[in-house]
């Protein structure tokens, strides 16, 4: 039996939670559930009534009551601490000594339940998605008098190729299952063929917000209800709005680390699926956190869309079209051939671009566009301090972008050794944040790109003026990483640098926050 010391930790659903396993918790918004094992942040144990289960984190609010009878403190995003919830269902989250300490036949059955578990979640999901395919998807197609395409994109996403990719992942799946003794099944394999394949649940989790507004707004029409409601009443779907059958896509891709640990937790060294289950969690985990980095991406370019809006003269491309990330910032002179001429810009380094600002003379918060440099075509090289061949000029702390098609050089002249050392820590930073992007697909949809530019005319038009630049704060530091903070906070750096005397614009200080926190 389950024991809770301390107060009692209860969660209201602020979702309705669709089932895709038996040791799932469904509830609809508004149940209570009564946490037991919050001991990993994405999914909790938990239960209703005589029914206990995992659920999602984030489908509920806390409520602390910290006495009996009294008044529930609603607290959002909190977890119960150590000493208010204690580990109340015995296979929930299981130690590595517990697992060594079981006799094998113990850890045998344990391995084969959380096998038939994973396939049994697997079967479930794949109904689910033809669900969403068949008895959503494909009848919306139909009606060209309600939806259009780029509505049908912005819902929907791209789970048509989801739903592809599930299910030959499942067929391989049911071939490395073993259905007389579970618990020699070999599945770890199957998910590191396939590690390639969910990648695509990025672009999926990070339109979802979107979908989740278009389907809000189109729900205030009530031909839209009646409409999704007699879809799945047609498809026999059980009773769950539209918008928590478009949310299993990303409580599946969430939960595939947990089942994985879960396993490997009940897989001894000596199995012959160990070293690859391990592998896979390595996987799983790497394509959860990608995810999350990709959506907090998404959620900056509204800044970076707003920060393009306060520099003046601004001309050519959006930095949305190419760019959704600040990567690094700073003053430094700069040589361009064939002019020769040393000048003095601010430079900001986006993936794939850097744009060139000039300060205005009197007021030094003021930032003219000047130009920027393709940085996809263009090598960083390092200079020597001393006298510079191509320019015939004294260089110090400097470095070089050469352009990888022709004789063009840029020569930038950094006013210390560290700052120098930092841009070249940034450059190879942006290469590396192009690769990844261009390995997992990542981009900014066009819906999300207008829906940035609108924030930003709606504010403009609020202000009834143009934005003011941004001050100019000192540069962050890429050769450090874990330095990095995304949020409302920003640690010290390993090297310091004087602020300015005046006081710094509140949105520059938001703006510089958007370099990555990366690891």
Not at 52 to 66: H, K, M, T
Not at 416 to 430: A, M, P, T
Not at 432 to 441: A, N, Y
Not at 476 to 492: H, I, R, T
């Amino acid at each position: 039996m389950m024991k809770i010391t301390g107060s009692i930790v209860s969660a209201e659903a602020v979702w309705d939670h669709v089932t895709m396993a038996d040791r799932e918790l469904a509830f609809k918004a508004g149940d209570v559930i009564k946490v037991l094992d919050a001991s990993n942040k994405d999914w909790w144990w938990g239960q209703i009534d005589d029914e206990e289960g995992w659920f999602p984190a984030s489908f509920v609010r806390l409520w602390v009551n910290q006495e009996e009878n009294t008044a529930a403190e609603t607290v959002e995003g909190a977890s119960p601490s150590p000493s208010e919830v204690q580990n109340g269902h015995a296979d929930a989250s299981p130690s590595s000594s517990d697992c060594l300490c079981q006799p094998a036949q113990d850890r045998d059955q344990m391995r084969a339940n959380i096998i038939n578990e994973i396939m049994s979640t697997e079967r479930h999901y794949i109904k689910h998605l033809k669900d969403i395919c068949e008895g959503y998807f494909r009848q919306c197609k139909k009606r060209r008098d309600m939806f259009n395409d780029d509505q049908l994109r912005v819902i929907f996403g791209n789970i048509e190729d989801i739903y592809r990719f599930q299910m030959g992942f499942v067929r391989d799946l049911e071939k490395q299952y073993n259905t007389e003794e579970p618990h020699l099944s070999e599945i770890g394999p199957c998910f590191l063929e396939h590690q390639d394949g969910f990648w695509i649940y990025s672009e999926y989790c990070n339109n979802h917000v979107d979908a989740c507004m278009e389907l809000s707004r189109l729900m205030k029409d009530g031909r839209y209800q009646q409409f999704f409601e007699a879809c799945r009443l047609v498809q026999q779907m059980i009773d769950i709005a539209i918008d928590g059958f478009l949310l299993t896509p990303v409580q599946k891709i969430c939960k595939y680390p947990l089942q994985l640990a879960e396993l490997l937790k009940y897989t001894v060294q000596e199995h012959s699926d160990y070293r690859y289950v391990a592998a896979a969690l390595a996987v799983m985990r790497n394509v959860t956190q990608q995810i999350n980095e990709r959506k907090r991406r998404l959620e900056n370019i509204e800044k970076i869309a707003q920060w393009q809006a306060s520099v003046l003269d601004w001309e050519g491309d959006d930095i949305l079209d190419r760019s959704s990330e600040l990567v690094y910032t700073g003053e430094m002179s700069w040589i361009y051939q064939p002019y020769g001429r040393s000048q003095t810009r601010v430079f900001f380094l986006f993936d794939h671009q850097m744009v060139l600002c000039k300060k205005d003379l009197i007021r030094r918060d003021i930032l003219y566009y000047k130009g920027r440099i393709n940085m996809d075509r263009y090598n960083v090289v390092d200079a020597v301090d001393g006298r510079d061949d191509d320019f015939n000029v004294s260089v110090k702390n400097a470095f070089k972008l050469s352009n990888k098609d022709s004789d063009e050089i840029h020569i930038f002249l950094a006013k210390k050794l560290e700052e120098k050392l930092r841009w070249l820590r940034g450059f190879h930073e942006e290469r590396k944040m192009v690769q990844e992007d261009e390995k997992i697909g990542f981009e900014i949809s066009e819906y999300q790109k207008r829906q940035a530019a609108m924030t930003v005319r709606r504010m403009t038009k609020q202000k009834g003026h143009r934005s003011v630049p941004p001050g100019y704060p000192p540069p962050m530091d890429p050769m450090n990483p874990g330095q990095y903070l995304v949020g409302d906070s920003m640690e010290q750096s390993e090297f310091e640098f004087p602020e300015p005397e005046r006081c710094k614009s509140p949105f520059w200080q938001s703006f510089s926050r958007l370099t990555p926190f990366r690891k």
